[in-house]
């Protein structure tokens, strides 16, 4: 398994997200709204600059989270894709077995993550990992589309509680509104 051990700068991400042609998403076991809603969002994003992208994860999706994602979950990691993960700070979490090549990039907003991606996007300041991926939309100039944004704003909105839990920064509410 290949990593950096390193925390990347969002430009760095997004330079190499844009080599990337085929790509499938996963995030923690277990997912809530923060998960599914990055999750969604960067599938929609990958997309948006010309990546075959796919969400990934074994568990059924929960019913109400549905709908933060733009197709059908795959079960399994297809063959000839990248695995991208989300909100999900051990590798041990992911919806789907990290292959053993590694998860190209880790997304995420806790503070235990280890840095286990090829590339890592590791922000523990980030009221949700939905933040962060907020962030790649704005480095690399994509509009956030009304279904990327709502996907963004669940995700923040689960993981600070509808706004009352202390890791709520006004930043995240900016980005929100």
Same mark, same amino acid.
């Given at each position: 398994?290949? %990593?950096?051990?390193?925390?990347? @700068?969002?430009?760095? $991400?997004? &330079?190499?997200?844009?080599? /990337?042609?085929?790509?499938?998403?996963?995030?923690?076991?277990?997912?809530?709204?923060?998960?599914?809603?990055?999750?969604?969002?960067?599938?929609?994003l990958m997309r948006s600059i010309g990546a075959a992208a796919i969400f990934c994860h074994a568990e059924e999706?929960?019913?109400y989270l549905k709908w933060l994602l733009p197709d059908e979950a795959f079960r399994e990691l297809p063959p000839?894709?990248?695995?991208?993960?989300?909100? %999900?700070?051990?590798?041990?979490? @992911?919806?789907?077995? $990290?292959? &053993?090549?590694?998860?190209? /990039?880790?997304?995420?907003?806790?503070?235990?993550?280890?840095?286990?991606g090829e590339f890592n996007l590791v922000n523990p300041r980030a009221a949700a990992s939905a933040e962060i991926?907020?962030?790649?939309?704005?480095?690399?100039?994509?509009?956030?589309?009304?279904?990327?944004?709502?996907?963004?704003?669940?995700?923040?909105?689960?993981?600070?509680?509808?706004?009352?839990?202390?890791?709520?920064?006004?930043?995240?509410?900016?980005?929100?509104?």
């Open positions: 398994m290949t %990593t950096r051990t390193r925390n990347n @700068t969002t430009r760095e $991400v997004a &330079e190499f997200l844009k080599a /990337l042609d085929r790509v499938a998403v996963t995030t923690h076991v277990g997912a809530d709204g923060d998960a599914i809603g990055a999750a969604g969002a960067l599938v929609r999706v929960p019913n000839g894709h990248d695995l991208l993960v989300v909100d %999900t700070s051990r590798s041990d979490r @992911t919806g789907v077995p $990290v292959p &053993e090549s590694g998860a190209r /990039l880790n997304i995420d907003h806790h503070e235990d993550n280890p840095l286990y991926v907020a962030d790649l939309y704005t480095e690399l100039d994509i509009p956030l589309d009304k279904e990327a944004a709502e996907a963004l704003y669940a995700g923040i909105r689960t993981d600070t509680g509808e706004f009352r839990f202390r890791n709520i920064s006004p930043r995240a509410h900016e980005l929100v509104a």
